[in-house]
C-alpha cells in the first residue's frame, strides 16, 4: 500500500508541503551549482576577498569592489535562500504525520548540509580559492544534489515502504547501478581537478594545482568512455530482463545526460574553453548526478517487479485450479500423441 502524502493522511504545519519544499530544495541545489560557476567564470570569486564578512570592515561590498563583489555577493545571499528552503524542509518532515523517520533523516542531511557548504565556500575565499578546497565545495554539492533526490523520491504518493524494502532486481544488475553511480562521482571529481588546473580559476591570481590539463583531461574522458559504457550495459540488461519501469526510464535519462555532457566536454576543450559552454557543463554535471542517483534508488525498487512477477505467473481459477491456456493446452495434447 503506497504512502499517500496528500489524501487520507494527517497532517500538521508545513507536512502537507512536504513533496513541493523537496522539490524546492532539489532545485536550489541544483541552481546553486549553476550561480556559483558564474562567480567562477566571470572572475568574481574574490569579489569578496574576505569571509564572512565581504570585506574587513563590511558583511556588504562597497563601490570600490565593482561588479565583481556585487556578484559574489549576490551568489551569498542565494545561500540564505537555500538555508530558508531547507529548513522548511526540516520542518515540514518533523511535521508529517505519522512520523516519517527517514523524510527527518533526509531533511536533516539537508539542512546541516547547507551551512557546512557555506563553510567551506568560506573557506576556499580565505585560501584564495584553492583549487582543492574549491573542489571539495563542488563535491558537496553534488552530494547535496544526490541526496534532494531520495527526499523527492520518498514523498511521491507511489513510495510506499513495503515497495523499497529490498530489490528483485538481479544482483550483477544491482552492482551495476552502483557502479554507474560511484563511477560518476569519480568522473565529477577528476573534472573538478581538471578544472583546477586550467583556466577559469575564479580570480587572475587564483592558484592552480599545477597539474599537466591535457593528461588530466584525457583522464577524464576515459572515465566518461567508462561510465558511457556501463550506462549502456545497465540499460540493454533492464530491457532484456525486463526489469522496473522506473529503473528503465532512469537509465534512459542517465545516458542522454552523459551524452550531452560528453558532447559539451568535447566542444569546450577544442574551443578553447568558453565560459558559456563551461556553465552549462557545470549545470549538466549537476543534472547526472541527480539521474544516476535515480538509477541508483529505482534499482533498489521492488514494486514493478512483483507487479511483473505476478504477470508471469500462471493464472488460476476461482476454485483454485490453474488455467491452462489454449496454446499450451494443444502443445500438451500434441505432445500426447
Known sequence: MGVNLRAGTPVRGLGPAIRPLAVASLAANIGIVVTGGAVRLTGSGLGCPT????????????????????????????TFVLVAVALATWVAALNYVPRRRDLVVLATVLALGVPAQAVIGGLAVLTDLNPWVVSLHFMLSMG?????????????????????GGSALPARLRGLAVAVFCVTFVVLYVG????????????????????????LSHLHAALVYLLITLSVTALVWLRRM??????????????????????????????????LLVGL?????????????????????????????????????????????????????????
Open 242 to 275: 525486463g526489469g522496473p519501469g522506473e529503473a528503465r526510464r532512469a537509465a534512459w535519462m542517465v545516458l542522454m545526460v552523459e551524452l550531452a555532457q560528453g558532447s559539451l566536454g568535447f566542444a569546450q576543450y577544442f574551443s578553447n574553453l568558453p565560459e
Open 281 to 337: 557543463h557545470l549545470l549538466g554535471a549537476a543534472l547526472l548526478t541527480a539521474a544516476v542517483t535515480w538509477l541508483l534508488l529505482a534499482a533498489g525498487t521492488r514494486a514493478d517487479c512483483r507487479q511483473q512477477s505476478a504477470r508471469r505467473e500462471t493464472p488460476r481459477s476461482a476454485g483454485g485450479q490453474r488455467v491452462i491456456s489454449g496454446s499450451t493446452a494443444t502443445a500438451r495434447n500434441s505432445r500426447a500423441r
Open 144 to 164: 547535496l544534489i544526490a541526496v534532494s533526490v531520495a527526499l523527492v523520491r520518498r514523498t511521491r504518493r507511489s513510495w510506499s515502504p513495503i515497495a523499497s
Open 192 to 215: 573538478t581537478v581538471v578544472t583546477g588546473s586550467g583556466p577559469h580559476a575564479g580570480d587572475a591570481d587564483a592558484p592552480r594545482n599545477g597539474l599537466d590539463p591535457r593528461l
Open 51 to 78: 569571509w564572512p564578512r565581504c570585506t574587513p570592515e563590511s558583511f556588504t561590498p562597497h563601490g570600490a569592489l565593482g561588479v565583481h563583489g556585487a556578484i559574489e555577493f549576490g551568489n551569498r545571499m542565494l
